[in-house]
């Protein structure tokens, strides 16, 4: 992980709470000067942070702007994460193109981009998305993973388990995965993840999983969207910092990362059968004219979906859309 | 004469050479998708396409040839 900024590090002791805190002590925990984390607040304070100062007492931290800004979530990351060093845009045309130009120019493993609104956020095949300005979770995580190919996919299973646990860490709601690229919520899209990457000669040169999340959008604002989707407010009736859930996410993603770089993936296929919405259920998968029929078993190691069409009998499925049927007639 | 091939199983989701194109190392030739992800298949030599053995919405295994060059 890589250093964070001083005034992240300010933010993340003012964040601990308990009263005022000294800017000496401040500077003796961080090896810096008291001038220097006088400096720090002045940063914070410029980008709408709330830092009360009190002779002889210290800071307080009473209030925290509402955007996804770099401190907030560095301050909030634990050891170990994704999400360094994390860019963060008010607006920008997708953040999944935004972290294929970072990448080209040599953005390292982890680098994380954010914006409030995407002015041409993509689904998969270039279809439009659009979300109210800072009513959702926009990001794209560039890796540089040691791959082969054929592997690539396990990296979409694995941002789609980080949603599913920081959700899960932060709130009762359960979402699951519908294979191979969204997340639910009580049988509504919740979020959606879009992994592209680049190779040469087989090998992977960089992969860019961006995560589109429906987080703050009213009800109202769901009724008026295309296909029914879910949002974490509507479903909990609470609105939800974005930079603490980001920062859950990434430190998710980065113990899962890490269980997938030691080998963990069986592991993982364990997991995510275990939050997957179709395993055990008959689906249809349909992929053009053609349509298949079977029982939605879990993933193998390479991500796709195993599908018995008839006892004992297990397809691999790489593409297709996927559909559960409500009344089974197999 | 060099192949090109799927470096996994998936559904070709567009060709982006004719038989006769000269083309240079890391152009594009096609498009692969699998598991909703799209998978540019890029060259890894110059050429000229002497054959194009698949077509757009055809489902392809690891290793099939795609594309021939001379």
Known sequence: ????????????????????????????????????????????????????????QGYTLLNEPPEVLPARVEARLEPGSLGLPLYHFDEIDSTNLAARRQAESGAPHGACLVAEHQSAGR???????????????????????????????GLTNLAALAVCRAVEAMSPLQPLIKWPNDVFLA?????????????????????????????????????????????????????????ALLARILSEAGKLYGLAA??????????????????????????????????????????????????GRVSV?????????????? | MADIKAPMGGKVIKVSVNVGDSIAEDDEVAVLEAMKMEMPILSEEDGTVAEVKVSAGQTVEAEQVLVVLS
Request: hydrophobic fraction near 40%.
């Open chain 1, 1 to 56: 992980m890589e250093a964070l900024s001083l005034p992240s590090q300010v933010l993340r002791l003012l964040l601990r709470g308990q009263g005022p805190r000294s800017g000496q002590a401040m500077g003796e925990s961080l090896g810096c000067s008291r001038a220097a984390v006088g400096k720090a607040v002045a940063r914070l304070r410029e980008q709408g942070f709330v830092i009360q100062a009190r002779c002889n």
């Open chain 1, 123 to 153: 689904g998969r095949l270039d279809r439009r998305w659009q979300a109210p300005k800072g009513s959702c979770l926009l990001f794209s995580i560039v890796l540089r993973p040691d791959l082969r190919l054929d592997q690539v996919f």
């Open chain 1, 187 to 243: 049988g509504r899209k919740l979020a959606g993840i879009l992994t592209e990457f680049t190779s040469r000669a087989e090998k992977v040169e960089f992969v860019v999983v961006g995560v589109g999340l429906n987080v703050n959008l009213t009800p109202a604002q769901l009724d008026k969207l295309p296909a029914p989707a879910a949002s974490l407010k509507a479903a909990s009736g609470q609105t939800w910092d974005r930079a």
């Open chain 1, 317 to 330: 499925i790489r593409h297709g859309d996927v559909s559960v049927l409500s009344y089974g007639d197999s």
């Open chain 1, 262 to 311: 030691s080998g963990g993936w069986p592991e993982l296929a364990g997991e995510y059968q275990a939050r997957s919405l179709l395993a055990g259920k008959l689906v249809s998968v349909r992929d053009g004219e053609a349509e298949r029929r079977g029982v939605a078993q879990g993933v193998d190691e390479s991500g796709a979906l195993l599908l018995e069409e008839s006892p």
